[in-house]
């Protein structure tokens, strides 16, 4: 049983940064690849970032790759979405999700996920 809870959101103009937390519950944290998602009105949720368990490779997605940082503190059982340079389009409710399997080949896969937090939302406006 993993619990997470994601915060940080809030409303930002373009070109801003924000830095989203996802904090987990129990023991077995750093045991699983973590991953951000992302879902838009009226749109399908969508796959942001992931990392590994011990914090050695990342992935993203074409649209935030170069914007976005994911990162991830074991010992304080929290990892991060750091985003810079805001765009309206990255407009969505923010979600941290939790990972079993070791292969990145799963990472971008909603189905991969086996915990989910609430979310949190993010606006950009312009």
């Known amino acids: 049983q993993v619990q997470l809870v994601e915060s940080g959101g809030g409303l930002v103009q373009t070109g801003d940064s924000l830095r989203l937390s996802c904090l987990a519950s129990g023991r077995t944290f750093s045991t699983y690849a973590m991953g951000w998602f992302r879902q838009a009105p009226g749109k399908e949720r969508e796959f942001v970032a992931a990392v590994n368990w011990i914090g050695t490779n990342t992935d993203y997605a074409d649209s935030v790759k170069g914007r976005f940082a994911i990162f991830r503190q074991n010992a304080r059982n929290t990892v991060y979405l750091q985003m810079n340079r805001l765009k309206p389009e990255d407009t969505a409710v923010y979600y941290c999700?939790?990972?079993?399997?070791?292969?990145?080949?799963?990472?971008?896969?909603?189905?991969?996920?086996?915990?989910w937090g609430q979310g949190t939302q993010v606006t950009v406006s312009s």
């Open positions: 999700a939790a990972n079993r399997a070791t292969s990145s080949s799963t990472w971008r896969l909603n189905h991969s996920y086996d915990y």
